[in-house]
C-alpha cells in the first residue's frame, strides 16, 4: 500500500511570535494565547481537548515557555507536535502556503503602503480603460467588511467597484454579485492581475458580496484568489509529476495558481470544509499512487482573525476540534495527518492585519507521541510529505518522521 498525506490549514492559527516579530509592529502577538487569555479572564471553558490530546498544549509550552490556561494535562498524547518558524519574509497568506510546500519566499513582495491613494495613478488609469468601468472606489487600506458598509451602496448606484488594500502584497476587490455580476468581478481581477506584473504583488482578490443596504451586505463563498506562480517547484509539483494524486481543497487550489494540483474541491465554511476534507480521504485511497489531500481552513482568518472576534475564534476552534475524532477516524494506518497554519492573525492585536508568529504543526501517525521540537521553517512540513509518500527531496526542509 502506497502512502498518504493529509494537511489542513486552520489559516492564521499562530501560537507565539517569531524572534523577528518585531520587524513587523507584532512583538507580543500570540494569537492561540491571547484566545486562551480572554477565555480565561472571562470565565470561559475553552474545549480543545482532541487538539490538547495531539500535542497543541506542548507545542504552545515549547515555543512561550509556559502553558496554556485551558491545558490542564490530564490526558495522554497520541500525536507528535512541535511549531515551525518562518523562513520567507513575509506573514501572508502565499509566502506562508508556498514556505509549507517547500518553496520559500526568499525575495520581497510588492508592497501598497501609503494608506490613502494606495495605488499608483498610472496602474489605476489602466485597468479603468481596459475593463471599461466608469471610475473606482475606495484606494484605500481597509478591512474588507466595513469598506463594503461605507461604500457598497454608492457602488451600487455608481458600477464604481470598491479597490482595496492591506499590510498584504494584495490588490482586492469587492463589487456587488447581483448589480455588477459574478463573472465581471472575475473579468476585472484578471485584468488587475496582468496590469500588476510590474509591481510583483502576490495576490488579486475577488470579493464578491450581497445584500440591497449598508445594513445587510455580506461577502458571499464567491471569494476567488489570482495568484502568482509559485518561483519554484512545490511539493504539489513533485507528486504530480511522479504520477500522485493532489487533491487542492477550499481556497488551496488558487493559492498555488492551480499549479500542481489534480483535483480541486470548491467548499466554505468551517463545517463544509471538513465535510469535504473527509470525503476526499475516503475517495481518494492509497491504491498504487502517492496521494496528498490539503484544505485551507479560511474562516479563522477571513471571519474572526482580521475581525478581531475572540469570541467567535474560540468557538470556530471548539467547533473544529469536535470534529477532529471524526477525521482521524476516516485514516488508514500509513496515513499521516497535519494540522498547521500559514501565519498569525491575532484577534486581541491592533489594526486588522496578519500577524508574524509561530505555526503549530501536530497531527497523528499511527498513535505515536513524537515531540519535533521548534521547526527552523515551514518547508519542514513539506520535506516530510516528499518523504513519507517516497518523493524526491526538496531543496528546502528536513523531514521530521
Known amino acids: 500500500m502506497t502512502n498518504r498525506v493529509i494537511v489542513m490549514v486552520l489559516d492564521s492559527f499562530g501560537i507565539g511570535d517569531l524572534p523577528d516579530a518585531e520587524k513587523f509592529g507584532d512583538k507580543g502577538s500570540n494569537t492561540l494565547g491571547h484566545i486562551d487569555k480572554y477565555c ?23 515555543v512561550n515557555s509556559k502553558s496554556l490556561y485551558a491545558d490542564n494535562s490530564d490526558y495522554s ?21 508556498w514556505e509549507i510546500g517547500g518553496c520559500p519566499v526568499m525575495f520581497d513582495w ?5 494608506h490613502e491613494n494606495s495605488f499608483p495613478t498610472e496602474l489605476l488609469d489602466k485597468i479603468v480603460k481596459r475593463a471599461g468601468i466608469p471610475g473606482f472606489l475606495g484606494n484605500c487600506h481597509a478591512s474588507g467588511t466595513t469598506i463594503i458598509t461605507e461604500l457598497g451602496e454608492e457602488h451600487i448606484k455608481t458600477g464604481k467597484p470598491i479597490f482595496y488594500t492591506s499590510a498584504d502584497s494584495v490588490f482586492q476587490i469587492a463589487c456587488h454579485e447581483e448589480s455588477f455580476g459574478l463573472e465581471n468581478l472575475y473579468r476585472l481581477c484578471e485584468i488587475t492581475r ?48 511522479h504520477g500522485g494524486e493532489v487533491v487542492a481543497i477550499g481556497k488551496i487550489g488558487d493559492i498555488y495558481a492551480h ?7 470548491k467548499a466554505s465554511g468551517l463545517p463544509e470544509l ?9 475517495e481518494y485511497p492509497a491504491s ?58 491575532d484577534p486581541t492585536w491592533t489594526g486588522t492585519d496578519h500577524t508574524r508568529e509561530h505555526i503549530p504543526v501536530i497531527g497523528y501517525h499511527g498513535g505515536k507521541e513524537i515531540d519535533i521540537g521548534i521547526r527552523g521553517t515551514f518547508a519542514d512540513i513539506g520535506q516530510t510529505i516528499a518523504s513519507h509518500l517516497r518523493l524526491p527531496k526538496l531543496d528546502y526542509g528536513v523531514s521530521f518522521t
Not at 198 to 218: H, K, L
Not at 259 to 265: D, N, S
Not at 274 to 282: H, Y
Open 77 to 97: 498524547v497520541h500525536g507528535f507536535y512541535g511549531a515551525a518558524r518562518e523562513l520567507s519574509s513575509g506573514k501572508d497568506t502565499t509566502s506562508g502556503h
Open 110 to 114: 510588492g508592497y501598497f503602503t501609503s
Open 259 to 265: 499549479q500542481g494540483t489534480t483535483v480541486e474541491i
Open 40 to 62: 480565561h479572564d472571562n470565565g470561559l471553558q475553552f474545549k480543545i481537548p482532541n487538539l490538547l490530546k495531539l500535542g497543541l498544549g506542548r507545542a504552545y509550552q515549547t
Open 274 to 282: 471538513t465535510d469535504k476534507t473527509i470525503a476526499a480521504i475516503k
Open 194 to 241: 496582468e496590469e500588476l506584473e510590474p509591481y510583483n504583488i502576490a495576490r488579486v482578490i475577488a470579493r464578491p458580496f450581497d445584500g440591497d443596504s449598508s445594513a445587510n451586505f455580506a461577502r458571499t463563498k464567491n471569494r476567488k484568489d489570482y495568484s502568482l506562480l509559485p518561483s519554484a517547484p512545490t511539493i504539489l509539483d513533485v507528486c504530480k509529476e
Open 288 to 345: 498504487g499512487k502517492p496521494v496528498y489531500i490539503m484544505t485551507n481552513l479560511v474562516d479563522f482568518d477571513m471571519n474572526f482573525g482580521h475581525r478581531r472576534d475572540v469570541k467567535g475564534y474560540k468557538e470556530a476552534l471548539e467547533y473544529f476540534d469536535t470534529r477532529i475524532p471524526e477525521i482521524i477516524e476516516s485514516l488508514n494506518q500509513n496515513d499521516i495527518l497535519i494540522f498547521t497554519a500559514d501565519h498569525g492573525c
